[in-house]
């Protein structure tokens, strides 16, 4: 039993007359994505602003020009100052900024201190290098800086000596593990 059409054949021969000399359209390769910013591209906005908003150029931080590099914001935390130099601190995540431009690795740094607060890491290890002395010279103004860090000591050797730096970050109430 045949079912029935709702269309009979007078509709089916207006159809095909009205559609008469039409070619089909063969489907484009082009794959049309709205343009919606990825979580990537938003984040790496954000560091950038961010690294322009902590990280000035021009302010030199008063820091030492004998012996190792080091800082600590608050003096009387200076204890923190001497188990980054003891190494008592273990760094969780380090930092190579090795032939990177002064921008790049303003934008690393505040990743790497973004990063820190974000897993609850208080101690960071940033290789800097010696090279010409350029990223040597602004990382330390950079981190003196930054509200979030704590100190930082030139490494011991094991992570990296004078040309890497401790960071402690603070991650909270808490930032020692």
Known sequence: MKESSPFDDDDFALFRQSVAGVKPLHQDSVNHKPSVPTPDKTRAKQTRRLADHYFSDSYQPALPTEGPMRFVRDPEQSF????????????????????????????????????????????????????????K?????????????????????????????????????HHRR
């Not at 090795?98 to 201190?113: D, N, P, S, Y």
């Not at 103004?141 to 040309?163: I, K, T």
């Open 80 to 135: 923190e100052l001497k188990r980054l130099r003891r190494g008592d601190h273990t760094p969780e995540l380090l930092l190579d900024l090795h032939g990177m431009t002064q921008q790049e690795a303003r934008h690393e740094l505040i990743a790497l201190i973004d990063a820190c607060k974000r897993q609850q890491i208080p101690c960071a290890s940033v290789m800097h290098g010696l090279g010409s002395g350029v990223l």
């Open 137 to 173: 010279a602004r990382v330390p103004a950079w981190l003196a800086q930054h509200p979030d860090v704590l100190a930082f000591h030139q490494a011991p050797l094991e992570w990296g000596g004078n040309s890497a730096l401790l960071i402690l970050i603070s991650v909270g109430e």
